[in-house]
């Protein structure tokens, strides 16, 4: 691991609900005060390949913290307790990414192998945020069409126009206006934030360690902000640009530049003569698979192919989504060279991958949408919108142009009731952020704000690799070594850092 100076680090980076539903700044010790941390029924809940001891329980919380006795939500919450209870120094809380992941299922994934990197020096423990998994779900009531993930994900027609957007994304917002209530307008990162600090309390615990991941770094810094007395020691892994005006709008316009960044790892790969054997080599040389790729996905805009799911034929969005999701992860690539090769054979239906297939539950849709569209206000006018895409779409072709696209936030019926935070340099100098360089979700240039945000709060480990998600998964020795040090010690790099692949 190489370090480096700062100087060097910062050069390169729906709904109808009263006004009362959304939190207001309540300390949490006037929560506590107002309505006293209950004591969690644990239960057993081990899972097959997961940790052993996995317990989980149900944790109630206020719709509106400015109302902490009233109306109560249900949190799934999760624990593995330390198996060395003589080394125990504490709780670190996982925070997992989305919106609208599971950080029950994330204990379950990564909890027996973060205890083992860690010694058992801590209990480690997640929440499912609203909405997600097993705590109380909202509902837009969308129709099926809606709900699928290519049309969630605002893909311009083939021709560039951005008029079915516009219908579609109007329709939606109407739809959680309507159905959505005060659950759906509770979901936000701010609350988030809040759920995790009145977990901390009921678990009495004073503080709290964390590794939180993609957009759960970005609910990590919110609770570093407004907690900070309650952190120990902070990991953030593959964050995003902070800017509190552009939380939602500004990730989704960056994935455009994070495609790019990530694109070579996956033309190195089908290109290798490695992948000859298994049919999935898309061309002798790197620099022939972008083209190919794009002119692929022209073709199935100009004429879709059958597939094998009945009803759902692979066009040019479906492939640019399938291309989008495989760079998250090398492990991906194999998956999406099949995709290309069965689509360029007229003889065979080419099989979609899982999340083509059919639509997202409705809970899902309205998490995923609820939160960034609760968060912010998002900017812009239909035409900003419309002159956005068609230039985005010449600068950046993998992504033609559906980052800078309107969504239903640009419709959503309720703005924000209070103003996102800022992210500063005020605080413990106790974060440690791990950041891969061609990440296609939270791109390195993103995550560089982030750094600059928390100043000299902050070290950052920069990790010479491609995909989302760094500790203990796309990452490299260098970069988790530093992680787990950081968790075991305390002891971070002087300056930022660097990991080469």
Not at 379 to 392: E, K, L, N, Y
Request: with cysteine; hydrophobic share 35%.
């Amino acid at each position: 691991m190489r370090t480096y100076g700062k100087s060097a680090a910062f050069v390169a980076l729906s709904v109808t609900a009263v006004a009362t539903v959304l939190t207001g700044a309540t300390t949490p010790q006037a929560v506590a005060s107002a309505n006293p941390a209950p004591a969690l029924d644990w239960r057993p809940c081990a899972t097959a390949g997961g940790p052993a001891g996995q317990e989980c329980a149900e944790l109630p919380v206020p719709v509106d913290y400015r109302d902490p006795g009233g109306p109560q939500l249900s949190l799934a919450v999760t624990r593995v307790r330390s198996d060395r209870p003589a080394a125990r120094r504490g709780t670190l809380i996982v925070i997992p990414g989305g919106p609208g992941s599971s950080g029950v299922q994330r204990v379950a994934e990564k909890g027996e192998r973060l205890r083992q990197e860690t010694g058992g020096q801590y209990d480690i423990v997640g929440l499912d945020p609203r909405g997600v998994g097993g705590s109380t779900k909202a509902s837009c009531g969308l129709d099926p069409e809606d709900r699928e993930l290519v049309n969630m994900r605002s893909w311009p027609a083939a021709d560039g126009s951005i008029t079915e957007n516009v219908s579609r994304s109007r329709r939606i917002a109407e739809a959680c206006a309507r159905n959505g209530g005060a659950v759906l307008r509770s979901l936000t990162s701010a609350n988030e934030a809040r759920d995790i600090d009145r977990f901390r309390q009921v678990l009495g615990e004073e503080k709290l360690s964390a590794w939180g991941s993609s957009y759960g770094t970005y609910v990590g810094a919110l609770y570093a902000q407004k907690y900070p007395q309650h952190t120990d020691r902070w990991v953030l892994d593959s964050s995003g640009d902070p800017d509190p005006s552009r939380i939602g709008q500004g990730w989704m316009a960056n994935m455009a530049v994070g495609a790019e960044d990530r694109f070579p790892d996956f033309a190195r790969w089908a290109s290798d003569p490695a992948r000859e054997e298994a049919g999935l080599r898309l061309a002798q040389r790197a620099g022939d698979v972008r083209p190919l790729v794009l002119e692929l996905a022209a073709r199935l805009d100009r004429e879709p192919r059958e597939s094998t799911t009945a009803g759902v034929p692979l066009t040019g969005n479906r492939l640019r989504l399938a291309l989008q999701t495989a760079l998250y992860d090398d492990d991906a690539f194999a998956e999406f060279a099949g995709l290309v090769r069965a689509a360029l054979d007229t003889s065979v239906k080419p099989a979609l991958p899982g999340m083509l297939r059919g639509p997202v539950p409705d809970a899902d849709a309205a998490v995923a949408m609820g939160v960034v569209c609760n968060d912010v206000r998002w900017q812009g006018t239909v035409s900003s919108f419309r002159r956005a895409v068609a230039a985005d779409r010449v600068e950046h072709p993998l992504t033609a142009g559906l980052p800078v696209n309107i969504t239903p936030c640009s419709f959503w019926k309720d703005g924000p009731a209070e103003q996102p935070t800022r992210i500063t340099d005020q605080g413990p100098s106790n974060v440690l952020m791990i950041q891969g360089l061609r990440d296609p979700a939270t791109p390195y240039s993103g995550a560089l704000k982030m750094r600059a945000a928390f100043g000299d709060r902050a070290r950052m480990v920069a990790v010479d690799h491609g995909g989302h998600g760094m500790y203990l998964g796309n990452g490299n020795a260098c970069g988790d070594r530093a992680v787990t040090t950081f968790l075991n010690t305390g002891a971070r790099p002087e300056q930022d850092a660097y990991c080469a692949d």
